[in-house]
C-alpha cells in the first residue's frame, strides 16, 4: 500500500504544479531561483551516427569493439525506454529480451533523440539542462577521434531542442580526467570557442542571471581532480569580470561536499576556502553520500542548513543536488573493479528516496535544485524514460528496472517526480512550515 500511496500523491502532486505553477517561457529565462535543473551527460554514440563515427560511446566499455553491445560488455546499469522514438532514429543490437524482441539505443548525436529528451522534460515542467562539457574530451586523441566536432555537434543538438521546447540550459565544465597541465587554458580557449564560433550564449534558451550568461565550473578543489588554488582563482575572477578575452558569466561552483571544511572530499589547502567562496552559486555534491532517509536527514542537518546559513551570510545562492538512486555493477565489473560492483547499491524505493531529499530541502530553505541526472544510465541515477520491467531487459543481463523494488510505474515516473520537485520550486514564496505539510501529506 506505501507505494502506491505514493503514485498517488506523486500523480496528485503533478496535477497541482501543472496548474499552479507551470515552468517559465523562454522570456523569462533569467534567474536560478526557483528553478529544477537537470545534469545532461549527451555521451551517448552509436556505429554511423556522425562524421564516421563506428563506437558504441559509453554503452560498453570497450568504445573501439565494433561488435556491439552484449550482456557481457554493456557499461551501463539502467536501460531507456525509446517508445516514441521512431527506429529509424534509433540503434539496433544484437541484445534481445526472452521473447525475441531486439534491444534498441540510442545516439545523443542524433538531433531527433534530444528533442525528445527535451520533450519529456517540457512535458513535465522541468525547467531545462546543464549540459555537461567534459574537458578531458573535446579534444582529438586516438581514443576519442573527432572529439570536439562530436562535443560541439551534441551540444547545438540541445541547443536547438531547448528553444524548440521552451527550456533553459547552460554549459557545465567537468573537469573529471582532464590534464592537470592545461585543464585551466583548455577551458578559457573553450569558452571562447563556444561564445565567439558558436555563439551558443546568445541562444534566447540560454540561462542568464543578471544578464550574464551562466556557466558551471565542476570539479575543482576535489581531492581526486585537477586544478592549482592560483590558476583556478585567476580563472573564477576572469570568468567573472569577463577579462582576458572571456565572455562575463554567473558562475556556479559545483564544489566537494566538505567545502566549508576543507576536510574529506576536499582539498586541505587553505587557498581553496577562498576560491570556494568567489564563486556566484555554490552547488556542493551529494550523490552517494548517503543511501537512506535517515541518511538524508543527517546530511540535511551535518551539511545543508549550515552550508545555507554560510552562503546566506556571504549573499551567494545555494543549489543543493538531488539524485533518485545508485547502481554502477556493470561499470565496475568491467574495469575489474568487482568490490565495487553491487546492483542497486542506492535503491530508488520507487521515489521515496528522491522525493524525502526533495522535501528535505524545500522545507530546509533551498530555493534552487541540480538534479544528478538525465541520462546518467553508467552510474544508475538516469531520470529519463526506463526500461520498467526485468522480461524487457536483454537477456543474460544484469540490470536494474524501475519496478526493481517492488511498484508498478510508468516508464517517465521519475520525470514526473522530477517534475512535481520543479513545482514545488517555483513556490519560493510559501513559508517552510507550509511548504512541509504539503510536502508530507
Not at 154 to 179: C, H, K, L
Not at 231 to 246: P, Y
Not at 353 to 371: D, E, I, R, S, T
Amino acid at each position: 500500500m506505501r507505494h502506491q500511496t505514493l503514485i498517488g500523491f506523486g500523480y496528485l502532486a503533478l496535477a497541482i504544479v501543472c496548474v499552479v505553477t507551470p515552468s517559465p517561457s523562454l522570456a523569462s529565462a533569467e534567474g536560478l531561483s526557483g528553478r529544477l535543473i537537470l545534469g545532461y551527460q549527451g555521451w551517448f554514440g552509436c556505429p554511423g551516427d556522425y562524421a564516421g563515427n563506428q563506437r558504441w560511446q559509453h554503452w560498453v566499455i570497450q568504445e573501439k569493439d565494433k561488435s556491439g553491445p552484449t550482456p557481457d560488455s554493456i557499461r551501463v546499469d539502467i536501460l531507456p525506454a525509446v517508445q516514441g522514438i521512431p527506429e529509424s532514429e534509433l540503434c539496433r543490437t544484437d541484445m534481445r529480451t526472452p521473447d525475441g524482441a531486439p534491444i534498441w539505443l540510442f545516439s545523443s548525436q542524433n538531433d531527433k533523440v534530444v528533442l525528445s529528451h527535451f520533450n519529456s522534460m517540457a512535458e513535465h515542467n522541468v525547467d531545462g539542462a546543464a549540459v555537461q562539457r567534459f574537458i578531458g574530451l573535446i579534444d582529438d586523441r586516438p581514443d576519442n577521434p573527432q572529439g570536439r566536432e562530436r562535443s560541439d555537434h551534441m551540444i547545438e543538438n540541445v541547443r536547438a531542442a531547448a528553444e524548440s521546447t521552451n527550456r533553459v540550459f547552460f554549459v557545465t565544465y567537468d573537469v573529471s580526467g582532464a590534464p592537470p597541465s592545461t585543464v585551466i587554458s583548455d577551458i578559457r580557449r573553450d569558452w571562447q570557442h563556444l561564445t565567439k564560433d558558436l555563439k551558443l550564449t546568445s541562444s534566447p534558451a540560454y540561462l542568464r542571471v543578471h544578464g550574464k550568461p551562466v556557466l558551471e565550473l565542476w570539479g575543482f578543489g576535489f581531492t581526486d581532480r585537477p586544478g592549482s588554488p592560483p590558476e583556478v582563482a585567476q580563472l573564477i575572477g576572469d570568468l567573472k569580470a569577463g577579462r582576458s578575452g572571456l565572455q562575463a558569466t554567473a558562475l556556479i561552483g559545483g564544489v566537494p561536499t566538505n567545502w566549508r571544511t576543507l576536510t574529506g572530499d576536499s582539498r586541505e589547502e587553505a587557498q581553496w576556502a577562498d576560491i570556494y567562496r568567489s564563486y556566484d552559486v555554490i552547488s556542493p555534491w551529494s550523490v552517494g553520500r548517503f543511501d537512506s532517509d535517515q541518511g538524508a536527514d543527517g546530511f540535511l542537518r551535518q551539511h545543508v542548513i549550515p552550508d545555507l546559513a554560510e552562503t546566506r551570510r556571504l549573499g551567494l545562492g545555494y543549489m543543493p543536488v538531488i539524485f533518485p538512486g545508485f547502481s554502477w555493477y556493470n561499470l565496475q565489473s568491467r574495469r575489474g573493479e568487482p568490490q565495487k560492483a553491487v546492483l542497486n547499491q542506492i535503491p530508488r524505493r520507487c521515489g521515496n528516496f528522491l522525493w524525502h531529499q526533495v522535501g528535505n530541502l524545500l522545507a530546509g530553505g533551498a530555493n534552487m535544485l541540480y538534479g544528478a541526472m538525465f541520462d546518467e544510465m553508467d552510474e544508475g541515477t538516469a531520470m529519463l524514460p526506463s526500461v520498467t520491467r526485468s522480461d524487457k531487459l536483454p537477456q543474460g543481463a544484469k540490470l536494474l528496472y524501475l519496478n526493481q523494488d517492488g511498484c508498478f510505474l510508468p516508464a517517465d515516473w521519475y520525470l514526473s517526480v522530477a517534475g512535481a520537485a520543479a513545482g514545488f520550486t517555483r513556490l519560493s514564496q510559501v513559508p517552510p512550515r507550509q511548504l512541509d505539510a504539503v510536502l508530507r501529506p
